[in-house]
């Protein structure tokens, strides 16, 4: 794990700082010797204090030398039954710290010491808590207690926390002030601490007001000369039993004087009042009264609870993979730049001059026009003609250059026919283009509400809407575009919009950069949103050999995925997830929740260059077969030429977005048609879906932008890592025999696997690869190991691997015999 990783941790809040660093020390043997290390302490400080209480009146002289002199002299020494380190420490933890508080840093340290060495403890954090606020609360109330005796004590018994603590609050709010304080703090802390405290100091006050409401019966009964002074005796136990037992509650009022006979179903007006008593709820005081008739009574019946006939078998909730980082926010709007150039409306001269240019151009060659309607783009304006009877369309569009020489505008590109519009489009430049802001696009409602999987803003069409596709069903891109033209703002609007739509469990990026210099600005997400190999350091991939690794890795990643799709009767990630999600698929048995990953690759021309065939046959693989498992590419060049782009990768990137290039051969090269050479460059961008020609103004987002976004997701709490894709290193020999494998050359990690493994019993792959977070590969071979071991069976096809020992004890001897 990266430095960087760990200081983010080291950042997390102190509770839950507290809990990783008990996990951090997860080896056995570590938390052992820390654990006897911190018991040894707090004996150690525990005697030093101790000794402290009788001897540091003798030592308080030599608390003044000089802190090294005090050390290193060998003619001075203490009392102190602990050396001098022990009487340092304690005067500095009881006299310039805490006073005799500091005594409950000794349960802190021997408390963690004692639940390292396995003992069941309260939580730790529980006690570290109390004792922080016991510590200060006992410090200041010593520190007043004693304030006058300061000067004659060697002793602080608050410390100088205590002392100076308390000081202050004097002069703040007075002594009588500091004696409530000292008592509400108390009363504040053990109210909140302990659940028997309210009940406990609030009894003497229950006490009196049932005594005062016997006071109030008493009252009555004096002028009921029925009711028996026994009755006056039990008040108190009966009003507890009230309280106990839930009885109703019953009104005693006085009789009347007339002695009217009395049914217990109705009150004296011979009304009807409650008809049945149950005999549970029958109130012992109750019963001595059976026999007064003339007494009144209403009963409140207390409210049935509510029972179930039957165990309910609730099923858990769906899965929600983002709980993971369920406090993970979504970039905010406000991260990225308005760039209003301006207010994006043409000059309506320019679009009449244009319109009557275009007019004088087609009459001149004796094409007559029945209407031209213009329709303004952020960059480009469309004129669409609709021709007069009998012109023929081939006529209008071998005029281009003419019309683009008229015009005097370079970019001109001319549509005919529009599909399914029957009109003849003429797409002219406007000369103020509009940058159309990623944040524009981002903001926009079809953005927002978009359902898409996996959506991309591109930017805006020629009708001003916004131009977005679904990865998932793309399902891969293809980018070119001479320099300069916009395909890395391109690249980063792509990125933009996955981020400002996905949660970090849900996508992840393999970026390949061999510049070096592009993509690198995502290397702050890597926590998050990134996928990497499992032995390499760097995020971002720029070395050719790497790329080839990550990409047969990748091919590793693909048909474990299609095998766990396999298993769960799932055609594609969709449905897989799907049934995770709804927890129809068992973690225990390998299943997991898929994240899509997208590849991009920056400059794919170089990559061709120099690894040939070792880059293009995974790629095309991945191109094949990979969307079904949620396996995206978008691969990016400035040479769009018939040697990089090579059949067999066209023929699987069906969608293809083309900046401007030099020339027709290569638009045709990129798109298959004549286009992208006539665009005007500064993300003027043509998109094919397999048919039609789509114009668009790529959205433009700037470096600054991109890096607040990628800060604002970096500085959130991540992954602990980069997802790791399945180990692959070329000289690979999987196929070895269990018999040829040799036990001396054991994993490192092989006796901990083999723990697991028994534990579990279970003898699977892709266990020993979530425990320990390491490739597939490297899983493979220490199941290997284990198989020659004798700790598991033979391979099984898709199940585990039948586990052949059954406790740690026969795990020990077999490690004796290979050791
Ligand atoms: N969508 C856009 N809107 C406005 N200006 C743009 C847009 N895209 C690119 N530009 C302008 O073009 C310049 C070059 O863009 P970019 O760096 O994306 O080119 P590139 O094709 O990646 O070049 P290279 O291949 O040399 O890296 C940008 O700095 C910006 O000024």
């Not at 003992?119 to 410090?139: D, E, G, N, P, Q």
């Not at 009964?221 to 009711?227: E, L, V």
């Not at 209003?340 to 004796?366: F, R």
């Not at 992208?676 to 039609?692: E, H, V, Y």
Request: net charge negative.
């Amino acid at each position: 794990m990266s430095s960087r990783n760990k200081n983010k941790k080291g950042k997390k809040s102190g509770k839950s700082g507290i809990l990783r660093w008990e996990k951090g020390i997860n080896s056995y043997k570590m938390r052992f010797i820390t654990g006897m290390a911190l018991v040894a302490i707090s004996f150690y400080l525990a005697l030093a204090f101790m000794s402290f209480f009788f001897t540091g009146f003798a030592d308080r002289s030599k608390f003044d030398i000089d802190f090294w002199e005090f050390f290193r002299s060998a003619d001075i020494t203490v009392e102190n039954w602990t050396g001098k380190i022990g009487a340092w420490l304690a005067n500095t933890f009881i006299n310039d710290w805490f006073g005799i508080a500091a005594l409950s840093i000794l349960v802190i340290l021997f408390m963690t010491g004692i639940k390292l060495l396995g003992a069941k403890v309260v939580k730790l954090s529980r006690i570290i808590v109390h004792c922080m606020i016991i510590t200060i609360w006992l410090s200041v109330t010593l520190g007043f207690l004693f304030i006058d005796s300061v000067n004659d004590q060697y002793l602080l018994l608050g410390g100088a926390h205590g002392f100076f603590m308390s000081v202050w609050l004097q002069s703040a709010i007075g002594r009588a002030g500091m004696y409530i304080l000292i008592i509400l703090t108390l009363v504040a802390y053990l109210s909140f601490s302990f659940d028997w405290f309210i009940p406990f100091i609030s009894k003497p006050f229950k006490k009196r007001s049932i005594g005062d409401s016997v006071g109030e019966g008493t009252e009555i009964r004096k002028t009921d000369p029925n009711i028996s002074s026994e009755r006056e005796k039990q008040a108190d136990e009966d009003e507890e039993q009230h309280q106990q037992m839930h009885q109703p509650i019953i009104e005693v009022p006085a009789p009347s004087a007339d002695n009217e006979e009395y049914s217990p179903n109705e009150d004296r007006k011979g009304n009807f009042v409650e008809k049945e008593l149950e005999p549970t709820n029958t109130n012992p005081s109750l019963e001595n009264n059976d026999s007064d008739n003339s007494l009144e009574l209403t009963i409140e019946k207390a409210a049935k609870e509510e029972i179930l006939h039957h165990t309910e078998n609730k099923p858990l909730g769906d899965y929600d993979p983002t709980l993971d980082l369920s406090n993970y926010k979504l970039p905010t709007f406000d991260l990225l730049d308005e760039h209003s150039s301006h207010s994006g409306q043409v000059d309506e001269q320019e679009l009449i001059t244009n319109k009557n240019k275009i007019v004088k151009t087609l009459e001149d060659y004796k094409i007559e026009i029945k209407s031209i309607k213009a329709t303004v783009g952020p960059t480009v304006t469309l004129y669409e003609i609709v021709p007069a009877p009998g012109v023929r369309i081939s006529k209008i569009k071998n005029l281009e250059d003419d019309i683009a020489l008229s015009l005097a505008a370079l970019g001109i590109r001319i549509i005919a026919p529009i599909p399914g519009r029957g009109t003849i489009g003429i797409e002219v430049p406007n000369s103020e283009p509009e940058i159309v802001s990623m944040r524009s696009i981002i903001t926009s409602k079809k953005f927002q509400n978009s359902k898409y999987e996996l959506p991309i803003a591109f930017g805006k069409t020629i009708s001003n809407e916004t131009f977005m596709l679904d990865l998932t069903k793309a399902p891969h891109l293809l980018v070119a575009g001479a320099t300069g033209q916009g395909k890395s703002v391109g690249l980063n609007a792509i990125i933009t919009s996955l981020l400002y739509k996905k949660h970090p469990s849900q996508l992840k990026f393999v970026l390949v950069d061999p510049k070096k210099v592009e993509l690198n600005i995502y290397s702050k997400i890597e926590n998050h949103f990134l996928a990497k190999l499992p032995d390499e350091e760097e995020p971002i991939i720029t070395d050719v050999q790497r790329v080839v690794n990550t990409l047969q890795s990748l091919t590793i990643e693909m048909d474990q995925r299609y095998e766990l799709l396999k298993k769960a009767h799932a055609r594609n990630i969709k449905e897989y997830n799907h049934k995770f999600v709804k927890r129809q698929l068992n973690p225990e048995k390998g299943h997991r929740f898929m994240p899509y990953i997208v590849v991009i690759i920056d400059e794919f021309a170089d990559l061709i260059m120099t690894a040939g065939k070792e880059v293009e046959m995974p790629i095309a693989r991945i191109a094949q077969l990979a969307r079904a498992v949620g396996i995206h590419m978008i691969i990016a060049t400035q040479r769009p030429s018939t040697n990089i782009i090579t059949g067999v990768i066209k023929a699987n990137f069906p969608t293809r977005v083309a900046f401007k290039v030099a020339s027709m051969i290569d638009s045709r090269t990129i798109l298959d048609s004549p286009g992208a050479n006539q665009l005007i460059g500064r993300g003027d961008m043509l998109i094919t879906q397999g048919s039609d020609l789509v114009r668009v103004q790529c959205a433009f987002v700037d470096t600054p932008e991109v890096e607040r976004i990628n800060d604002y997701i970096g500085s959130q709490q991540g992954y602990p890592s980069a997802l790791l894709l399945p180990e692959y290193s070329g000289d690979d020999n999987d196929n070895s025999e269990p018999g040829s494998i040799d036990l001396s050359k054991r994993d490192p990690i092989f006796e901990e696997a083999a723990r697991v493994v028994v534990a579990h019993q279970s003898g699977s792959t892709s266990l020993i690869q979530r425990r320990f977070s390491i490739g597939y590969n490297r899983a493979g071979r220490i199941i290997d190991q284990l198989e020659a071991a004798g700790v598991v069976g033979p391979f099984e096809g898709s199940k585990a691997r039948q586990v052949l020992v059954q406790d740690e004890q026969e795990l020990e001897k077999i490690f004796n015999s290979i050791r």
